[in-house]
């Protein structure tokens, strides 16, 4: 029972370039999100998913793209790379969305020059 | 609008001594309440939580104080020690919405 699985764990890319953060759970849960960390910003929300087929923006959606077409999966793509975009990224998966336990993968450490 | 206020950002505390981190949330139909623990290099991990039908909920030497009508909730860490150290953030929720999270408070805890 790996939890949740993201990677990259390193990733550095330039201005304008585009890529996918991968995020994978064995644990058969409906509800997915992405979060980036930023210091003395907490943990911000990106993008969510309450089921396969469904996804919603969070609180900082824009320059991000998300899928989800099977429970397990729930890929994060950025479009076009900018500075800005520079974070750590975790993805998290609970039973259900609110007033139940998130888990969170280890990040992905994402930069842009 | 920032839902969950945190304070402070940063806390030092002695081996052995008390660890108070607090929160204040705006919404009140928030039902859940959790505090995460997170290492450096390491994701968040749940720690502890209390849904408001309780004002206090004891793990160990980790306690969370619940003050309904003040919408404030409080982690104490008694008899903190080195490896407590880390970044702590509640967070509130109700069913059917995210998380919401507080910034983050980083704690040291000094021999």
């Known amino acids: 029972n790996a939890g949740v699985t993201q990677t990259p764990k390193f990733q550095v890319l330039k201005t304008g370039q585009s890529m996918t953060l991968q995020c994978a759970q064995d644990?058969?849960?409906?509800?997915m999100s992405w979060y980036r960390q930023d210091p003395g910003m907490g943990l911000r929300l990106i993008h969510y998913s309450v089921g396969a087929g469904i996804t919603d923006q969070g609180e900082v959606p824009n320059g991000y793209n998300v899928s989800r077409s099977t429970t397990e999966d729930f890929p994060l793509r950025l479009l076009s790379a900018a500075p800005s975009q520079t974070s750590v990224y975790f993805c998290?998966?609970?039973?259900?969305?609110?007033?139940?336990?998130?888990?969170f993968g280890q990040g992905t450490r994402l930069t842009v020059v | 609008q920032q839902q969950v206020k945190q304070s402070p950002q940063s806390l030092i505390v002695q081996k052995g001594g008390i660890s108070i981190i607090n929160c204040a949330y705006e919404?009140?139909?928030?039902?859940?309440f959790p505090w995460y623990q997170q290492f450096p290099g390491k994701g968040p991990a749940l720690l502890i939580a209390?849904?408001?039908?309780?004002s206090e909920k004891k793990e160990g030497r980790f306690t969370i104080s619940f003050n309904k009508s003040a919408k404030q909730f409080s982690l104490h860490i008694m008899d903190s020690q080195p490896g407590d150290s880390a970044t702590y953030f509640c967070a509130a929720s109700r069913r059917n919405t995210p998380l919401v999270f507080g910034k983050g408070t980083r704690l040291s805890v000094i021999a």
């Open positions: 919404n009140t139909a928030f039902d859940y």
């Open positions: 998290a998966s609970s039973y259900l969305q609110g007033s139940t336990e998130a888990f």
């Open positions: 644990m058969n849960h409906e509800y």
């Open positions: 209390i849904r408001p039908d309780v």
